[in-house]
């Protein structure tokens, strides 16, 4: 069944974007602005805030790994380890999934693209913040760690 | 691009991950000051200093379920947290004020866990140099 194309006056590029025209992640990527500049002639930070979340979301995940392995060699690993595993699950999680929902728009049409639209202009504003945090975390610790096993 | 260039579905829809995402925050930042102390915990092992950063982290555990149960039931019915048409007949706070106190206690707590190994450091028989680096380890966290 082919679904009829929706219209968004305001943004023309996105009138390629029908249902029955499946489109690759990296165009909509493109018309959306996430993750590359969209090129309607619109203003949007959303794929500068994208870029952060995600080098921010690889660097957490380095350095909560990074902890482990510091704390597997240094010393036992304790509750401290185990909570930032959460902590960084709960950072992730949210901005992870919420990016793959975005680049996989097939796995729900509707609700990918109103999401898709919006996630590339405010919500990524909290997501930087989300993942550093335990990133901070982990830095400092993974740091403490090594120090105090280097001068045990 | 601004809210006023979406439509009212894009921004329900846009509420509701941001509404999701206020919850996990409220969790992320509870977990790691409860994940530095317990690393304190595991390093001072001073009876006094236990004794401090059991209380803080009561402090921290209280004041996060709070945090985090206001966050969830910010409107009654939750949905009017992101539908605008809930939100006229619901009951919300004002998230303005919230958020403001939330960010005041938050840094009052960040305060309370950076200052928490201060004094077993400074009482280490060791060179002024190296409690200056640990103690600088230490406030890395406060980032």
Redesign the interface.
């Known amino acids: 069944m082919v679904r009829p194309p929706r219209s968004f006056p305001y943004l023309p590029t996105l009138h390629l974007s029908t249902f029955d025209t499946p489109i690759s992640s990296h165009e909509a990527n493109m018309q959306y602005g996430l993750g590359f500049p969209a090129g309607n002639g619109k203003e949007n930070h959303g794929w500068r805030l994208s870029i952060t979340t995600l080098v921010v979301l690889v660097l957490a995940t380095v350095f909560v790994v990074l902890r482990f392995i510091a704390r597997v060699h240094g010393s036992k690993v304790g509750w401290d380890d185990a909570t930032i595993v959460l902590s960084w699950v709960c950072a992730t999680l949210p901005s992870s999934s919420l990016h793959r929902w975005c680049a996989h728009r097939e796995l729900d049409a509707d609700f990918g693209d109103y999401f898709y639209f919006y996630f590339s202009s405010a919500l990524l504003l909290l997501m930087p913040h989300l993942c550093f945090s335990p990133l901070s975390t982990a830095m400092a610790c993974t740091y403490t760690t090594s120090l105090l096993s280097r001068s045990a | ?3 006023y ?2 439509t009212p ?3 329900s ?2 509420l509701r ?2 509404y ?3 919850i ?2 409220t ?3 509870t ?2 000051k ?3 102390i ?2 304190y ?3 001072f092992i001073t009876q006094k200093f236990r004794i401090s950063a059991f209380i803080t982290m009561g402090i921290i555990a209280a004041w996060s379920i709070g945090a985090t149960a206001t966050t969830v039931w910010q409107c009654v019915p939750i949905a009017g947290s992101w539908d605008a048409a809930v939100r006229a007949k619901a009951k919300c706070i004002d998230q303005q004020k919230f958020w403001v106190a939330y960010a005041i206690i938050n840094v009052f707590t960040d305060l309370m866990v950076l200052v928490l190994p201060i004094p077993p450091i400074l009482a280490l028989h060791l060179g002024k140099r ?1 409690k200056a ?2 103690l600088s ?2 406030l ?2 406060g ?1």
């Open positions: 691009m601004h809210v260039d979406l579905e894009q921004v829809v846009g991950c941001f999701l995402c206020q996990f925050y969790i992320v930042v977990l790691n409860i994940a530095a317990l690393l915990l595991r390093i190296d680096l640990i380890v230490f890395l966290g980032l």
